[in-house]
């Protein structure tokens, strides 16, 4: 009985002086970083490609703000902005983002940089889609065919461009039986799609990232309607007095920077053999992919 | 299989190189995961040791409860301790959304509930002949909740042990409230999720097996102070 009480006297003891030094550590920390925090919503594509895992720090580095990425798709990343949970966005959903601009959630949209979408699947290539041009006859084909396509149906970015080129080709394929939703990331739907061995439309940078994990082979790249345009957005403070304008502000100028854009240049290249972004800073949308 | 052998060579590769950010991370799992065990052992407890020797009517609906709370879902939890921290939420005005102390308290909301669950068993199956008997020896209240607790010492570890274990072990809260920020809220269970969606399967595999590792040491050293008090 003695050494029980002893025991649980040593444990109290080394308890009670962990949470101290644990207290002690989290509060100074916080303190510090809650001063200067920016709170960036994204999509999942440019944390899961690593890209911002060597913006951020340059950012951090050079501005001493401290970022915290919340990778999420760009329907929840601007639901975040709309509601004033958020200080900066970057996100790839360009009719949605107007409609952001236009209820006034937003105060700047600025285009960062581009990839493109591709329609990838297994090499067997069920619907025959290979080397189709436009991304709606490949649609057709593989709702014709019946071939099992995933959608990430998540409201992300790519999601509503699958929407998109669905309207486009004239098929419903929403509660049809080859029309899967997974409801994650793009690189877990790329991970389904792999597995089960069915077609999805993915963004290039995914692919690429994860591509030696996958058996998936780009099948239809190139169409005018597969461009996937990044912009960065500041938040409305005047809708939102708490969020931080001028950290928000100082990241998205950051992004459209020379030393930023040149990062997004050459990202990638020694990894994947190509670039997995292209900067665009200063250009207008409707030129892009000419 | 072989991804598998991978992943496992690449954690002890990972362990031993002592890269930083492995062990920052993983000491930070177990920071966190530690001080919310550490705050639902006081709440789950006395309040499991109350229900347990208190009489009062609707009883059995406040156990039920109590049970039901064992099985709550982290994302749940997360969901809720979101919205609440958001900064236009009730709570906002703390600016904790996206820090740990979020995630503390995310996981001392998941983990109170089993602590309290099992208390509450613990102390329920005592003979209830030995309070009376404690009584009769003229303990006051008191000293006798606390010979009590001494004697269900042993399930009350096991409540430790499932109260850490579950929180240690869960991603939908932490990523939800802490964001899986890197070097600030990222623990072993989020940057896992982040590792394999990003197609990384073996430092994945590697942090599975760190996380395994470290639950399984935190186990043994309270299995050991628990058997070794076995009464025989």
């Known amino acids: ?20 030094v644990i207290a002690a550590g989290f509060t100074t920390a916080d303190a510090a970083k809650a001063q200067k925090a920016v709170i960036l919503a994204t999509t999942t594509s440019t944390q899961d490609s690593g890209l911002l895992d060597v913006l951020i720090p340059m950012f951090e580095k050079k501005t001493g703000y401290f970022v915290k990425t919340i990778a999420v798709g760009s329907g929840q990343a601007m639901a975040m902005g709309a509601k004033g949970e958020a200080d900066v966005l970057l996100v790839h959903s360009p009719a949605a983002e107007k409609k952001f601009m236009a209820d006034g959630n937003g105060v700047k949209r600025r285009i960062v940089m581009h990839n493109d979408f591709i329609i990838v699947g297994p090499p067997s290539d069920p619907a025959r889609i290979k080397g189709t041009r436009k991304a709606t ?61 069915t077609y999805t439309l993915a963004d290039r940078g995914t692919y690429l990232a994860l591509k030696k994990a996958l058996g998936l082979d780009i099948l239809v790249e190139g169409d005018g309607i597969l461009l996937n345009v990044y912009h960065v957005i500041e938040v409305n403070p005047k809708k939102w007095p708490k969020v931080n304008f001028a950290g928000g502000k100082a990241f998205a100028d950051f992004l459209v920077s020379r030393e930023a854009q040149d990062v997004v240049k050459t990202f990638g290249v020694d990894k994947y053999g190509s670039p997995l972004f292209f900067p665009d800073a200063g250009k207008k949308e409707e030129d892009l992919g000419k | 299989m072989d991804i598998i052998l991978e992943g496992i060579r690449q954690a002890f590769i990972l362990l031993f190189s002592l890269d930083p950010e492995v062990i920052g991370i993983t000491w930070f799992s177990l920071k966190v995961s530690g001080t919310a065990t550490f705050i639902s052992l006081f709440i789950g407890m006395s309040i499991g040791t109350v229900v347990a020797l208190t009489q009062f009517p609707g009883r059995h609906l406040v156990v039920s409860l109590i049970n039901t709370g064992m099985a709550l879902p982290p994302v749940v939890v997360g969901l809720f301790v979101t919205i609440f921290l958001w900064r236009n939420g009730p709570l906002g005005f703390l600016e904790i959304l996206y820090t740990p102390a979020a995630m503390i308290l995310a996981q001392a909301i998941i983990a109170t509930p089993i602590v309290m669950g099992i208390s509450l068993a613990a102390m329920q199956q005592l003979p209830r002949k030995l309070r009376l008997q404690i009584l009769a020896l003229g303990a006051t209240r008191l000293q006798m909740v606390r010979i009590l607790i001494r004697e269900a010492r042993l399930p009350l570890l096991a409540a430790v042990m499932a109260g850490f274990g579950g929180v240690i072990s869960e991603v939908g809260a932490s990523i939800m409230v802490g964001g899986n920020i890197k070097g600030y809220t990222r623990v072993l269970t989020t940057a896992t999720v982040m590792e394999t969606s990003r197609g990384n399967f073996d430092v994945a595999i590697a942090l599975s097996v760190i996380l395994l590792l470290f639950a399984y040491l935190i186990n043994l050293v309270l299995t050991t102070i628990q058997q070794r008090e076995r009464p025989r």
């Open chain 1, 137 to 197: 006859d490949a649609f057709k084909k593989i709702a014709a065919s019946g071939s099992i396509f995933m959608s990430r149906g998540d409201k992300s970015g790519t999601h509503v461009k699958e929407m998109d080129i669905w309207k486009a080709a004239g098929v419903k394929a929403e509660g049809e039986r080859w029309y899967q939703q997974t409801g994650l990331g793009m690189g877990q739907t790329l991970a389904v799609a792999a597995e089960k061995k």
């Open chain 1, 1 to 20: 009985m003695m050494k029980f009480k002893r025991n649980l006297f040593l444990t109290g003891v080394v308890l009670a002086a962990a949470a101290l």
